[in-house]
């Protein structure tokens, strides 16, 4: 299993945003689509509660994180690029080892 900031990490080095960004309250739609993609991460590839991801993430609320899975899986099972995008994803957390 990896840890919320592994996943965090990467994820910044996928879409070129910075920690600081995805921690932000930013709602500019460059920050949020990562941000959401990392919380749907999170929830899939850590053992780390929905409240726990959001404190992670500038101290969300629980349902942020879960409105941000939801979002991701809608989108994954709606767009096959996005499905694309985000096993791309998955396969760049598996692969790399922890630091």
Not at 57 to 84: C, L, N, W, Y
Request: proline fraction near 4%.
């Amino acid at each position: 299993r990896r840890s919320v900031q592994d996943v965090q990490e990467r994820i910044c080095e996928a879409f070129g945003v910075s920690l600081d960004d995805l921690r932000s309250t930013s709602r500019a739609a460059p920050v949020v689509w990562p941000r959401q993609v990392a919380m749907y991460l999170c929830r899939k590839y850590t053992e780390t509660s929905f409240p726990a991801i959001g404190d992670k993430f500038g101290g969300r609320d629980h349902s942020t994180v879960i409105h941000a899975s939801k979002t991701i899986e809608r989108k994954i099972k709606e767009d096959p690029h996005m499905q694309t995008t985000i096993e791309k994803l998955e396969r760049n957390l598996n692969i790399r080892k922890r630091v």
